[in-house]
Nanobody, 121 residues
Framework: QVQLVESGGGLVQAGGSLRLSCAAS????????MGWYRQAPGNQRELVAR???????DYADAVKGRFTISRENGKNTVFLQMNSLKPEDTAVYFC???????????????WGQGTQVTVSS
């Protein structure tokens, strides 16, 4: 099992910045990917940014050039630096981890509890 604890959400004016953090603990070996998704009211959950082992970083088109995902070296903490925020970025942001289960040879997906980001115009 992997436990995810998020922090850093809040209320910010348009054009402002926020930094989200997600710390993973528990069975964190063989992590395949760490990332962030978001869900606005009435919408489906969507990918924001994701770090995948051995692959280029994946960003949603809507956040390219404004958001940066990073991982603390040697630790299981992932960050999302969000700059030039827009009202349409308002959503609950969820941390996500995919981990390989070598016993079942499958990926296990874990989610954080979510943190609210609200951008006022």
């Amino acid at each position: 099992q992997v436990q995810l604890v998020e922090s850093g959400g809040g209320l910010v004016q348009a054009g402002g910045s926020l930094r989200l953090s997600c710390a993973a603990s528990g069975s964190t070996f063989r992590i395949h990917a760490m990332g962030w998704y978001r869900q606005a009211p009435g919408n489906q959950r969507e990918l924001v940014a994701r770090l995948i082992s051995g692959s280029p970083t994946d960003y949603a088109d809507a956040v390219k050039g404004r958001f940066t995902i990073s991982r603390e070296n040697g630790k299981n903490t992932v960050f999302l630096q969000m700059n030039s925020l827009k009202p349409e970025d308002t959503a609950v942001y969820f941390c996500n981890v995919d981990r390989w289960n070598i016993e079942t040879m499958s990926l296990e997906t874990y989610w954080g509890q979510g943190t609210q980001v609200t951008v006022s115009s």
